[in-house]
């Protein structure tokens, strides 16, 4: 007893004498900086002297708490460009022995940053505040960074930076509330580790420190026991270049034990260390490249490569630059180079900058486009798993792949890969570097898609007016003519065989290329084959079943198979004509349909983890989302709706948003799926008028009176985020008559100023943050307004989560739940007494993977 109590007394002296030696500002660069690890609350530190502290290579950094570790010395700094222009707070590791005005203090390296992203000027405030937030706030008082740990149960009492770099924020028991080793950005420390939702992204350029190109994650496999650590670009989709086994146990999985960086380690993978005092750590570099680094004495070192032994030299996504061919001995060149009539370097003197096209590449001239062959090359990603997902079909003839990508305007190449593995060909949407396999056994060809010179397009005429040219004209005007004429009678004939067609048949055929975009055309019998007869359902809704299924180089596939006539084939056209045009991140990818007859199919790509109902509604489970994921989460829904509702060409209204037709990866990342009821909107179109459609309980009160914008899958973004935070069903009849309805139950805990209380009360960790939970569901109650014209748009919302803006003051908590139609409501009931869900499902309710 006497030893806790002078634990606590330490802490408490320690805090007190923190307090007395924190400032608001940094005023002399004469005085010594302060050294110490912790912090109290009420405590703010300002860059408001231009003049510098101390000076790295690149730039300037002012101290904020310093730690003498074990092997490294770390700090919590203001890191400034010399103008003062670009500022981030972040967590520096240096060897050193003292700090001293102009001391290049060993060469500190940046291990962790709040606001990369954000960078903030001169007079910008870092506050650990009074209710426990660390919040970040620019010269002109914005929010741009924030721990989100204010209020709520927390309690925070102070800061520290730990002996092994981690940024701290603890409560009065001295328990972790926040720690950036939760937070990773490109690298790792001793000690600090990856699990499952977290990920490293690498800087831009070494001066350069926002998000780049890059990143590292933990990758969940079909087997909870297995995962993948993937390096990966940050493309749409993500392509990985690196992949290596991480086995689990049971007792790993259960409590969500990261893959640590150990001395010397790091997932199996050895680190040679120059002494065991050596300081260290692992960056994931802009070059893609996994380094390991190491101070000897007078400078920091790379003593391992982490991937490079795996990979190669060539393995790099961008180890040649764009266009670029990289060759065993790691020399760069560009594509035709001996003709030099398609592609040049960017720089002569650096080959690795890569090449660029002669002529662009211009969507208006398609026509004149075509295909440079490249034999015995590869592509970088060739051999990963993850990704062979996304190959075409094995049976798509080669001529197809050609086509398929002419069509598409953001299509740069063909990867042909039908010679080997039985993978068949892909379509590159990035054209990052290849490698040339010259004298190796790879039947491997990439076709460059390329666009022809002008004076190829445009012959330039000859001014030479002789009886010969005269004669040409007349040949060449007469057969024109004639062409002319060829072409209509053959398309008239076609219209008058399709009216007639539609005479004898229920359905039209839906010919591929009415389909914009490059989603496959299958057959009734391929998809048959694939989904083996359709014997592995993995759901069922209203306008039909989801299979599983497998493409002939063994990718997962989900097919789903619609019934019905009318609707069905309107919501079959939305689908097709929507997600088949468009691709994001957070959108769940269309590969194919089948449209033969009366058969209409629609195949995506496979979602490991299955809809988002199952993982909040679910109880019977071991794995549940934690606060992260679900923040997560919801950033990923958020910026998927923002794509489509301001990035398209066409504004898309989804009309149908909620937890089943959001559905989870292997990375956990959230997509937006099911575009059955989707409209697409002309871009200077305000509103719409449409009929009632959507599920209740996610209807927004405008649709009373069938006017509605965008903003109606802004209100029901509103309720799946509360559904997320309370981990409940907007409408639940196992509930007490009065806490039935979410939206009601919310106002009343609102009022009693008790919104803790309807937090997820099934799962720990959503408990343990409570405070950000309510906070979150601000963000909630701003999107689910009354008056549509006080809604946020989504990209509001996504720089909401990112901490750059605030919610709105004011808000209503006075929700409008739009009337139910009667039939609807009866069909709810009915499905109340028989046991079924409860809430109403219009196209579809999926909850396994799909």
């Not at 806490?739 to 009601?744: E, G």
Request: charged share 20%; aromatic share 10%; with cysteine.
């Amino acid at each position: 007893m006497d030893d806790q109590r002078r634990s606590c007394l330490c802490c408490a002296i320690v805090l007190v004498l923190t307090s007395l030696m924190c400032s608001s500002s940094f005023h002399s660069v004469n005085a010594q900086p302060v050294v110490y690890p912790i912090a109290n609350v009420s405590t703010s530190w300002t860059i408001n002297d231009p003049l510098r502290v101390f000076k790295a290579s690149d730039f300037f950094w002012r101290p904020i708490l310093f730690r003498r570790g074990l092997r490294s010395r770390f700090s919590l700094a203001f890191c400034c460009d010399f103008a003062y222009t670009a500022c981030i707070v972040g967590v520096l590791i240096q060897k050193q022995t003292s700090l001293e005005k102009d001391q290049i203090a060993d060469a500190p390296q940046l291990v962790w940053s709040a606001n990369r992203n954000h960078p903030v000027k001169l007079n910008a405030t870092l506050q650990l505040t009074q209710d426990g937030n660390l919040t970040l706030s620019d010269s002109d008082g914005t929010s741009v960074w924030s721990t989100y740990t204010g209020g709520g149960n927390y309690s925070v009492a102070g800061l520290n930076l730990t002996e092994d770099g981690n940024l701290v924020l603890f409560d009065r028991n001295n328990a972790m509330v926040w720690q950036s080793f939760h937070h990773p950005t490109d690298s790792l420390l001793v000690g600090q580790g990856l699990v499952l939702g977290q990920k490293l992204t690498s800087s831009t350029s070494a001066s350069n420190w926002s998000q780049g190109l890059f990143s590292l994650a933990v990758v969940q496999s079909d087997s909870y026991y297995y995962q993948y650590l993937s390096a990966y670009v940050e493309s749409h989709p993500p392509w990985s270049y690196f992949e290596s086994a991480v086995h689990l146990y049971y007792y790993d999985v259960l409590n969500n034990v990261s893959l640590k960086f150990e001395n010397e380690s790091f997932n199996g993978l050895l680190i040679r260390a120059a002494s065991s005092s050596s300081a260290q750590f692992i960056r994931l570099d802009p070059d893609g490249h996994l380094r390991a680094y190491e101070w000897d004495g007078s400078n920091w070192n790379v003593v391992t490569d982490l991937l490079t032994s795996d990979i190669g030299d060539c393995g790099y996504p961008m180890a040649c630059g764009n266009y670029g061919i990289c060759s065993s001995n790691g020399q760069c060149g560009c594509p035709d180079e001996a003709t030099s009539n398609t592609f040049r370097q960017i720089n002569s003197k650096l080959p690795n900058l890569g090449c660029s096209l002669v002529t662009p590449i211009s969507c208006n001239n398609s026509q004149y486009q075509t295909f440079l062959e490249l034999k015995n090359t590869s592509y970088f990603f060739s051999n990963s798993e993850l990704t062979n997902r996304y190959y075409l079909n094995e049976q798509t003839e080669l001529e197809d792949c050609k086509k398929s990508c002419l069509k598409n305007c953001s299509c740069k190449a063909v990867y042909d890969l039908r010679n080997i593995s039985n993978k068949g060909c892909f379509l590159l949407s990035e054209a990052f570097s290849l490698i040339n396999n010259e004298g190796r056994d790879e039947n491997v060809t990439v076709f460059l898609k390329v666009q022809k010179s002008l004076t190829a397009q445009y012959p330039i005429p000859s001014q030479t007016n002789s009886p010969q040219k005269k004669s040409q004209v007349t040949i060449i005007l007469g057969s024109s003519f004639g062409a002319f004429f060829g072409v209509f009678l053959v398309v008239a004939s076609c219209i008058f065989l399709f009216k007639k067609k539609r005479e004898f048949e229920d359905f039209d055929e839906f010919s591929v290329d009415q389909v914009p975009g490059m989603p496959t055309k299958f057959s009734y019998e391929e998809l048959r084959a694939m989904t083996n007869n359709f014997n592995h359902k993995l759901g069922e809704g209203g306008f039909g079943l989801v299979f599983q299924g497998t493409l002939s180089d063994g990718t997962n596939v989900a097919v789903k198979r619609l019934n019905g006539f009318g609707q069905v084939k309107k919501s079959f056209l939305a689908e097709v004509e929507t997600i088949g045009s468009i691709h994001h991140v957070n959108l769940v990818r269309l590969i194919g349909f089948c449209a033969e007859k009366s058969y209409r199919l629609l195949v995506y790509e496979y979602m490991f983890n299955g809809s988002l109902d199952k993982w909040i509604f679910q109880r019977h489970q071991e794995l549940t989302l934690g606060w992260q994921s679900r923040r997560k989460i919801i950033m990923d829904i958020a910026k998927g709706l923002a794509y489509l509702h301001e990035d398209c060409r066409q504004k898309i209204f989804h009309l149908d948003i909620k937890p089943q037709n959001i559905l989870l990866d292997e990375y956990c990342n959230a997509k937006i799926s099911d575009f059955g009821l989707s409209k697409l909107i002309d871009k200077d179109q305000s509103q719409v008028v449409t009929t009632l459609r959507g599920t209740p309980g996610y209807l927004a009160p405008e649709w009373l009176n069938s006017i509605i914008t965008e903003k109606v899958d802004v209100y029901s973004f509103g309720v799946v985020v509360l559904e997320m935070l309370c981990g409940r069903k907007n409408l639940d009849w196992s509930q007490p008559e009065e806490d039935m309805h979410l939206l009601s139950l919310f106002k009343r805990k609102a009022e009693e100023e008790r919104l803790n209380d309807i937090v997820d009360k099934c799962n720990d960790e959503m408990q343990l943050h409570g405070a950000e939970v309510v906070e979150m569901m601000r963000v909630a109650v701003w999107c689910l307004q009354s008056d549509f014209s006080r809604r946020p748009s989504m990209s509001g919302v996504v720089k909401v989560l990112e901490g750059s803006v605030d919610v709105e003051n004011n808000l209503d908590y006075n929700f409008t739940n739009p009337a139910i139609p009667r039939s609807i409501a009866a069909a709810g009931q009915q499905e109340h007494a028989t046991g079924a869900a409860t809430t109403l499902l219009f196209p579809s309710a999926l909850s396994g993977p799909r």
